[in-house]
């Protein structure tokens, strides 16, 4: 068997922020996988990587190998009965979705963009705007293939190694390679939902309606202006999405078409959406982010009068995809994202305090996103029955703004941790060593640690993410 051919590159978190040179490859089946594990002993390891689209260095290496799965892309059966899907660890959401929709079924969980890979998905637990009703994406995978470093291949499912099944799951590909995948999707009987813009006031009224219409809502997600202040603090718009029941849409089955779907290459009835991330860039650079987040607030007021409307799957879930290469906006520095998940009893204190440091020491973050979660059964998991509040910060290209950003959200950490609180691997970039075993638990953690000594003796999974949080 000849080598496999390894190509040195820069690779980048998604948002450019962070990242190094690594050795890559794209394998094409398992087969090639377990060679690449055999030939890579010695290095400095190898990190595993989808789509990319982990904010920070979760998918990323430097100085070591990174397996690229996106040429493992295969749906390799769909049981259109029963809306299960078994499907090779490349494949992204949009390819999912397309396939599965005109014969009624959605993805059961969906993040903010439709280019994640379902072993992504699987790796770093996603959630998508209806965690409080169905969990993290891992929850609705009935089973999967795990490739250990060593080369063993384990079926992994809630009977059989049920240890590594709830591991690997949020488990951000430490343990192995995921090969195959099988993934329940949620019946749909209509292209659209109904959907209505609800104004929050300040941040303890968008807090309120996310709890108040969390059993009666099949999603909710919230928008925060992070710039406003004193009464309107945490002021916002909350989205709610519904299902439509069947024969409720005279337009539904029409609307199962893919190519209805769609998402419109213009915004405002006429700017391409190519020119859309040079005026986000712009906006960054001259402090006109209030004045936008005025303007859509005031929209979504007059947004609210006409709800509720009718909005296509894709436009509801994929809000990430509707500006092409929008991260483009922060280059050179690029982007972090701060999404701390805090218990309910303590969001409205914690959350102000948040933003308010924010606002004192002008690191302000141009989006914040407000979600409500529950716990899942996953030993890594950042699920608890509590809010989260994802902050994007702009990147500063000068190094000592770039390390006061860094220190500003570490302060928050500390606050957030000190409250019970987690976080998210697929978005972190900043956290410190010693937060993986405050967030899990010792128990927990040392659990994981004896997994990964168990599945990989040697060490050969790695990635910056991991040296990063398991430092000594």
């Not at 405050?438 to 599945?455: A, C, M, P, Y």
Request: with cysteine.
């Amino acid at each position: 068997m000849s080598k496999l051919s390894w190509r040195r590159e820069k690779v980048w978190g998604w948002g450019h922020a962070v990242g190094g040179e690594a050795e890559l490859i794209q394998p094409r089946n398992s087969e090639e996988i377990a060679q690449a594990f055999a030939e890579s002993r010695g290095s400095c390891g190898i990190a595993l990587r989808g789509s990319g689209c982990s904010y920070g260095d979760a998918a990323t290496n430097s100085g070591g190998r990174i397996l690229d799965l996106r040429g493992m892309n295969r749906l390799l059966e769909f049981d259109a009965k029963r809306g299960i899907i078994r499907a090779e660890p490349g494949l992204s959401i949009r390819d999912l979705w397309r396939h599965a929709l005109p014969a009624g079924y959605w993805p059961a969980v969906v993040p903010g963009t439709m280019e994640v890979s379902l072993g992504g998905a699987a790796a770093m637990n996603i959630h998508g705007k209806n965690n409080f009703a169905v969990g993290s994406f891992g929850e609705h995978v009935e089973e999967f293939t795990l490739l250990t470093p060593a080369g063993e291949s384990l079926r992994c499912n809630r009977q059989q190694n049920e240890e590594v099944f709830h591991a690997a799951i949020g488990g951000f590909g430490m343990l192995g390679c995921i090969t195959e995948l099988t993934l329940h999707l949620k019946k749909v009987y209509s292209g659209r939902m109904r959907v209505w813009a609800i104004p929050c006031r300040d941040l303890d009224d968008g807090l309120r309606l996310l709890e108040d219409l969390r059993d009666e809502a099949d999603y909710l997600v919230g928008w925060v202006d992070m710039h406003a202040r004193g009464a309107q603090l945490g002021r916002g718009l909350l989205h709610r999405g519904d299902q439509l029941a069947q024969g409720e849409d005279p337009e539904g089955e029409k609307m199962l078409d893919p190519s209805r779907q769609d998402l419109p290459g213009v915004l405002l009835g006429c700017v391409p959406k190519s020119w859309i991330w040079p005026g986000m860039w712009m906006a960054t650079r001259c402090g006109a982010i209030p004045w936008v987040n005025a303007l859509r607030y005031r929209s979504g007021m007059k947004k609210s009068w006409d709800s509720p409307y009718l909005e296509s799957h894709a436009a509801f879930h994929f809000l990430l995809d509707y500006v092409p290469r929008w991260h483009w906006a922060f280059r050179p520095g690029g982007l972090i994202q701060f999404q701390p998940f805090v218990p309910k009893a303590a969001a409205s204190r914690v959350l102000r305090k948040l933003i308010e440091s924010c606002q004192q020491k002008r690191l302000l973050p141009y989006l914040g996103v407000l979600k409500r979660h529950r716990p899942d059964p996953f030993l890594m998991t950042h699920g608890l029955d509590g809010f989260s509040m994802a902050m994007d910060f702009a990147v500063p290209t000068r190094q000592s703004r770039r390390i006061e950003l860094w220190r500003h959200c570490q302060e928050m950490a500390e606050l957030v941790l000190n409250a019970g609180g987690r976080f998210y691997y697929a978005k972190d970039a900043i956290l410190a060593a010693d937060c993986m075993a405050r967030i899990h638990g010792e128990d927990s953690l040392q659990s994981f640690v004896d997994l990964k000594q168990r599945l990989d003796p040697e060490g050969l999974m790695q990635s910056d993410l991991w040296r990063r949080l398991s430092a000594s």
